[in-house]
């Protein structure tokens, strides 16, 4: 009699605990599927910022090459327009793509903002 009480007790326990590793089963595969989508995010936000950097660093080289142009004119302003057209369209494509990665991160910030929510 003691044998079948024991042998249920291990089946009670037994079936206990293979629940409790599939709730911890179930459980462990939502923290790595958000963990990715954290992960996911994280690397867009950083990919932006970067792009926004890397058009920062193009505007400066544009100044430099711009504060350059202009020196080397001295003497010859009524043709400045015509050479620095090209330095202000340039500046001018530099600025778009900036706010459109700007107006990227923020959207994806908002986004994630509202899952979160």
């Given at each position: 009699?003691?044998k ?5 007790e ?7 605990l293979?629940?409790?590793m599939?709730?911890?089963?179930k ?9 990715e989508?954290e ?21 400066e080289k ?8 202009v020196?080397?004119m ?7 327009e ?7 369209q340039?500046?001018r ?5 900036v ?8 959207k ?10």
């Amino acid at each position: 009699m003691v044998k079948k009480d024991f042998n249920s007790e291990v089946t009670k326990v037994f079936e206990q605990l293979k629940g409790n590793m599939k709730k911890f089963s179930k459980d462990a595969t939502v923290i790595a599927k958000k963990s990715e989508q954290e992960i996911m995010k994280a690397s867009k936000l950083g990919k932006i910022q970067f792009d926004i950097v890397s058009e920062n660093l193009k505007k400066e080289k544009l100044y430099y090459d711009t504060g350059k142009k202009v020196l080397s004119m001295r003497g010859k302003l009524e043709n400045m327009e015509n050479v620095l057209k090209p330095y202000f369209q340039k500046y001018r494509k530099i600025e778009t793509e900036v706010r459109k990665r700007k107006r990227d991160l923020s959207k994806i910030k908002r986004n994630s903002k509202n899952k979160t929510e």
